[in-house]
């Protein structure tokens, strides 16, 4: 959808709301961590295999002493346990890819990815039938896009064969966004893009969503009180948001059970979303439009243990497709959307945030993706991060105020998805999503004394920017390095207490294990036992940069250890 769509969404709210290579780079700038300052404002095609079901820690409480009672003669009771209430369930993804040439690897048939859900490990401990669920879920979607994509490569081949001069790549590019993640809900949406070679590209989407406690997989009749009430208020958000033009052959009639039961909703913070696929509505042109129905304007329409949400939340949502929100929780929805113009690279050269018809263009911008976040953290208070990749997969979060009226840039965070390898890496790796405004994790390449991704614990400040209190970074592996000659150390706690000085003999196997990437980093020793008597959590070497150059103790970085990587 391009930026003419979200125009012609936009006008329709404005009238509504009026009524690796070895070489060392140069010295890393990196502070760990931190943002910038903020800046003013100013063939039949088939369902990629996939059917839809019917079906600040605080001080204890002190409390003044009770007065004195006379002993009782009652039986003594034993004082229940107090309850400890779980995490927020923390969600993984994975993207999956495949890739299909002709037999002599000369022509490109077919790219496509995918996505997976995931609990990670602790919350599949917090909530084992949510796990048991999830996991399901996630291994028939594997199984069903294994089937449909062996169709899929196979279409593209006889396609190529057919005509070779006119061929078009095909692809399959599907994102999973989670919608969800507390307590009560978890919801996500499976949204793909696929492209059938001379065909029209399709959009499929799927919401899922489970009771958190029991793993149930809710139908939409489980989630609305009066399903047959649906048909009216979509076709009336229908009519408000994209005007008579497009939809004037559809009534609200026929907005039925019959056709709601196959159409992807999911279950929201602040409200139940429907989403509709080309010409499931009206004709292909009119797109795959986007109804979001509030709690606030709806209070009776979803079942009150449903509406139950957590009061800071995250939500993720597509680029190039407006979505809604309700900014200032009164029930009005809100459109909000990003997009960024590519060039013939395929790479964004700009971006651009969308709120109410009010837009903010960031110029001089370059990344190979564009990943939105909403990021709620109380009334009136809400962002977007949009997270880029670039060069080297070098990850940032740009970040974004939205109000009702306008948009505010609020500078670059140096950040981006953390990252973790799972036990079975056939799928690939599994991306933390963001969830929780208070409590989240990402990844920042360093470049001290190899390039490899630190990891901090981040929250949402006030002024609406990630921010981390840890003032160094956990290595998402370790590096094993090889002393090659004997490196003077300091000898420091987990807290980084210095409790010591020493020395690694020459020989001795080190593994790189966290860094400030501005002046240390500290190791554990992998062979070759303590070096000290005192008691101690890593080894501490501490470097100098000086023309571009980084120094131990007045020696050069690559005359002191093998095993160093750095990205060219």
Same mark, same amino acid.
């Given at each position: 959808m391009k ?7 936009a006008?329709?709210?404005a009238?509504?709301l009026?009524a ?8 890393t700038t990196?502070?760990?961590p931190?943002?910038?300052?903020p800046?003013s ?8 295999g996939?059917q839809?079901?019917?079906?600040e820690t605080?001080?204890?409480?002190t409390?003044?002493?009770?007065a ?7 039986p003594?009771?034993t ?5 400890v209430?779980?995490?927020l369930?923390?969600?993984?993804t994975?993207?999956?890819y ?6 002599n ?12 859900v995931?609990?990670s490990?602790?919350?599949?401990k917090d909530?084992p039938?949510?796990a048991a669920?999830m996991?399901?879920e ?5 199984k ?10 196979s279409?593209?081949k ?6 070779k001069?006119?061929?078009r790549?095909n692809?399959?590019?599907?994102d999973?966004?989670?919608r969800r993640?507390d307590?009560?809900i978890?919801?996500f949406l499976?949204d793909?893009?696929?492209y ?9 989407m799927?919401?899922v ?10 139908d ?5 009180t ?18 008579d033009?497009v ?18 909703w999911t ?7 429907f989403?509709?696929?080309?010409r499931? %509505?009206?004709?292909? $042109?009119? !797109?795959?439009p986007?109804?979001?129905? @509030?709690f &606030?304007?709806?209070?009776? +329409?979803?079942?009150?243990e449903?509406?139950?949400a957590?009061e800071?939340?995250?939500?993720e949502f597509s680029v ?7 900014l200032?929780g009164?029930?009005?929805p ?7 113009q590519?060039?013939?690279d ?9 709120v109410?018809?009010?837009w ?5 911008f370059y990344?190979?993706n564009?990943?939105?976040?909403f990021v709620?953290t109380?009334?009136?208070r809400n962002?977007?991060?949009v ?8 990850q940032?979060f740009?970040?974004f105020?939205v109000?009702?009226?306008t948009?505010g840039? %609020?500078?670059?965070? $140096?950040? !981006? ?5 799972? @036990?079975? &890496?056939?799928l690939?790796? +599994?991306?933390?999503v963001l ?12 470049d ?5 991704n630190g ?14 209190d840890q ?5 998402s ?6 002393a090659?000659?004997d490196?003077?150390v300091?000898?420091?706690?987990k ?6 000085e ?6 001795t196997k080190?593994g790189?294990?966290r860094?400030?990437?501005?002046s240390?980093?500290?190791?554990i ?15 501490r070497?501490d470097?100098?940069?000086?023309d ?7 020696v050069d970085?690559?005359e002191?250890f ?7």
């Amino acid at each position: 959808m391009k930026r003419h769509m979200f125009k012609v969404l936009a006008l329709m709210l404005a009238v509504m709301l009026l009524a690796g290579c070895g070489k060392t780079p140069a010295p890393t700038t990196t502070a760990a961590p931190e943002t910038t300052a903020p800046a003013s404002t100013a063939q039949e095609t088939e369902t990629p295999g996939r059917q839809v079901p019917d079906t600040e820690t605080t001080e204890p409480e002190t409390t003044e002493p009770a007065a004195t009672e006379p002993e009782s003669t009652a039986p003594a009771t034993t004082e229940a346990e107090p309850v400890v209430e779980a995490a927020l369930p923390a969600l993984f993804t994975q993207t999956v890819y495949d890739y299909s040439f002709d037999g002599n690897r000369d022509v490109f048939l077919a790219e496509s990815y995918y996505g997976l859900v995931s609990l990670s490990e602790q919350s599949a401990k917090d909530y084992p039938m949510l796990a048991a669920a999830m996991k399901a879920e996630k291994d028939e979607e594997a199984k069903r896009k294994e089937e449909f994509l062996q169709n899929f490569n196979s279409g593209a081949k006889s396609q190529y064969e057919e005509d070779k001069e006119s061929f078009r790549k095909n692809y399959l590019h599907g994102d999973v966004l989670v919608r969800r993640a507390d307590r009560r809900i978890v919801s996500f949406l499976y949204d793909e893009d696929v492209y059938y070679g001379m065909k029209h590209r399709e959009r499929y989407m799927t919401g899922v969503n489970f009771e958190t406690q029991t793993g149930k997989r809710l139908d939409l009749r489980d989630v609305v009180t009066d399903v047959d009430k649906l048909g009216q208020l979509i076709y009336d958000e229908l009519k408000i948001f994209y005007g008579d033009g497009v939809y004037e052959d559809l009534k609200a009639s026929d907005i039925d059970w019959s056709r709601l039961k196959e159409t992807a909703w999911t279950l929201d913070p602040y409200g139940i979303t429907f989403y509709f696929g080309y010409r499931e %509505l009206t004709e292909y $042109s009119a !797109g795959n439009p986007t109804v979001t129905l @509030s709690f &606030a304007e709806h209070p009776d +329409l979803v079942k009150k243990e449903y509406q139950e949400a957590e009061e800071q939340y995250c939500v993720e949502f597509s680029v190039d497709r407006p979505m809604y929100f309700d900014l200032d929780g009164t029930g009005t929805p809100d459109i909000i959307g990003v997009e960024g113009q590519e060039n013939m690279d395929g790479a964004f050269e700009t971006l651009s945030v969308l709120v109410n018809g009010h837009w903010y263009d960031k110029d001089g911008f370059y990344a190979y993706n564009l990943n939105p976040v909403f990021v709620h953290t109380g009334k009136g208070r809400n962002y977007v991060y949009v997270h880029t990749a670039s060069d080297n997969d070098y990850q940032t979060f740009e970040n974004f105020k939205v109000e009702s009226g306008t948009t505010g840039y %609020l500078g670059t965070t $140096s950040c !981006g998805w953390h990252y973790e390898m799972p @036990s079975d &890496a056939s799928l690939g790796y +599994l991306r933390s999503v963001l969830t929780d405004p208070r409590a989240f994790v990402l990844d920042t390449r360093t470049d001290l004394l190899s390039t490899i991704n630190g990891t901090c614990p981040y929250y949402v400040d006030s002024n609406g920017r990630p921010k981390t209190d840890q003032t160094w970074y956990d290595l998402s592996y370790t590096l094993t390095f090889t002393a090659k000659a004997d490196v003077p150390v300091t000898l420091v706690t987990k807290e980084g207490k210095k409790v010591g000085e020493g020395v690694v003999p020459k020989g001795t196997k080190l593994g790189y294990v966290r860094t400030d990437d501005k002046s240390w980093g500290d190791f554990i020793i992998s062979e070759g036992g303590p070096i000290s008597d005192v008691a101690y959590d890593y080894v501490r070497v501490d470097v100098e940069i000086r023309d571009w150059t980084k120094y131990v103790n007045n020696v050069d970085i690559e005359e002191l250890f093998d095993g160093i990587m750095f990205a060219g």
